[in-house]
């Protein structure tokens, strides 16, 4: 791959809809600076260097473009700059197997009734209340 340069940054800030930030003073200062707000309310920033030197430092490159720009891989950064279009980081958590149980529901029955989170996994939330119940109904030993 290609070593990114700094204007390579600001390409992408601007096809992928960052804003331009400027400093108290309203001017721009040493850097290039762009914040983005995601859909799921993270906030991103970055900035970039004035000049069009090349990114020489590959750990900070990592950092900026996995940290800073919010990307899965350099691949997606590039893939960006060459179609134009705005990055898309929707998450796609998997989908829960079935009906989960409470947090304070699993916490008591592995800290209290001494079951383990793969028991637990198989029950439904009625057979763990029912479990739990049935501990705090036996007389302590």
Not at 9 to 15: A, E, K, L, P
Not at 94 to 117: C, E, F, N, T
């Amino acid at each position: 791959m290609p070593q990114p340069k700094f204007s390579d940054i600001r390409r992408i800030c601007q096809t992928d809809g960052w804003e331009e930030r400027k400093g108290a003073s309203g001017k721009r200062g040493d850097h290039f600076r762009y914040g983005k707000v995601l859909e799921d309310c993270r906030i991103l920033r970055t900035r970039a260097s004035h000049g069009d030197d090349e990114i020489g430092d590959p750990s900070l490159w990592r950092r900026i473009w996995r940290d800073q720009l919010a990307l899965e891989s350099e691949d997606q950064f590039w893939e960006a700059l060459e179609n134009g279009k705005p990055v898309d980081r929707t998450r796609s958590a998997p989908a829960p197997a079935g009906p989960s149980l409470p947090g304070w529901l699993v916490d008591s029955l592995i800290r209290k009734v001494g079951m383990s989170p793969e028991e637990i996994a198989r029950m439904t939330e009625q057979e763990g209340r029912e479990r739990l119940n049935e501990f705090y109904s036996q007389p302590p030993e």
